[in-house]
């Protein structure tokens, strides 16, 4: 008994270098992917308060059909559908990063517009009697507030972001749960890798999920 | 300094002005009054351009603000505004609240800008709260603090939407003093309010509005003491 016990946790030591490797890699694909959603989401979610029909509607078609359909085939549509029929080619790096940006970048939409109609009416009128062009008033008046409303959502996304990444996987990318399927196929220790795997995942999860409940109750107070 | 013509502004299937007709000459200060829904407020928001009129044209000092080819953006910055509720940024100091327009607007620098924001604070009784945040004053102070922000841009008009009707009534009094001090520098007001006694102390005329229309006009005495509308009468014996 003593020896099933001391060989697991052999086997978990020996793989913590491979899976460090991919948790690297599972962090890196989310931060840089949601640098880049911010970014949509803060474009298409001016987009989607906008007054002009055209802007808005290509934002709810944007958003409508990342969140109307898996993210699994979003992924399989970039690395193998689109470059079936394109001399489109991405890495499978550069496939992940798109797919879990455009994807991240969907929700975030909706998170922008939540936070700025969130904002009252008067501060954007007050910023414009004042001689505030619409886009300074947006920048200096009401993102700012916005913004500190939407950073509990934010940090939510981040970590619905670093679990679908392990469905990169798929494409070969060497994430956390990619590293752990090569150790144990070469291996056959599944439940010792897997479990080590689900408890990487933890740890970063939850410390994000403490970080973002901290964040709502300093929002709170202010 | 202002001179509006057939002004008209329909929200939907909804007239709310059907045909306005002033004139704002140079430090008038002109107090429009009237039953809720008669319109003085939109009349007010549509000299800005917050409410884009659906008819008629705005001169502001000869320049027609309608016009779209003219910069509104420059053109606000003649024309202060205070609201009902304030509207403070909440997420600036006071002093920054006054400062942040002149400062990107008219690329006035730091030092100056805040020797500017003193200055006005001071004027408004509130030089001791420039580093506090909106949420920690009270209604007369934030009301006051916007006046503030609204003058630091130097502004040729000031607008008053219903400056008074939000704040507990101890409040009301300090702001009227500085709107008050204000008309005695001679700067050109047009308030809409629901302080009779202020419109008629401080008044050059008043304007009774009623159903979208301009119904009388005249100095404060024609108006609330020998009214010739009875529409204005029947206002007036409910509020005075």
Known sequence: MLEAITDTFEVMRDAMPVLMKGLQMTVLITIISLLIALVIGLVFGLFS???????????????????????????LYIYIGIPAVTDLRFSAFAAGVIVISINAGAYLVEIFRAGINSIDKGQMEAG??????????????????????????????????????????????????????????????????????????????YTLTLFSRWLERRMDVS | MIKIENLKKSFGKLEVLKDINVKVEPQEVVCVIGPSGSGKSTFLRCINRLEEPTGGAIFIEDTNITDPKNNINKMRQKLGMVFQQFNLFPHMTVLNNITAAPKRLKGISEEDANKIGMQLLEKVGLEDKAKVYPDNLSGGQKQRAAIARALAMEPNIMLFDEPTSALDPEMVGDVLEVMKDLAKEGMTMVIVTHEMGFAREVADRVIFMDGGYIVEEGDPEQIFDNPQ????????SKVL
Not at chain 1, 166 to 184: A, N, P, T
């Open chain 1, 128 to 205: 414009r009697t004042l001689g505030f062009s619409y886009g300074e008033t947006m920048r200096i008046i009401i993102l700012p507030q916005a913004i500190k409303r939407m950073l509990p959502a934010f940090v939510n996304q981040f970590i619905v972001s670093i679990k679908d990444t392990s469905l990169l996987s798929v494409i070969g990318i060497g994430e956390l749960l990619m590293s752990g399927q090569s150790i144990y196929s070469a291996n056959f220790k599944a439940f010792e890798i897997l479990t080590l795997v689900g408890i990487l995942y933890f740890i970063i999860i």
């Open chain 1, 49 to 75: 308060i906008s007054k002009n029909k055209v802007l808005r509607a290509i934002s709810t078609v944007y958003v409508n059909i990342i969140r109307g359909t898996p993210i699994l085939v979003q992924i």
């Open chain 2, 229 to 236: 509308h009875e529409r204005t009468k029947a206002f007036l």
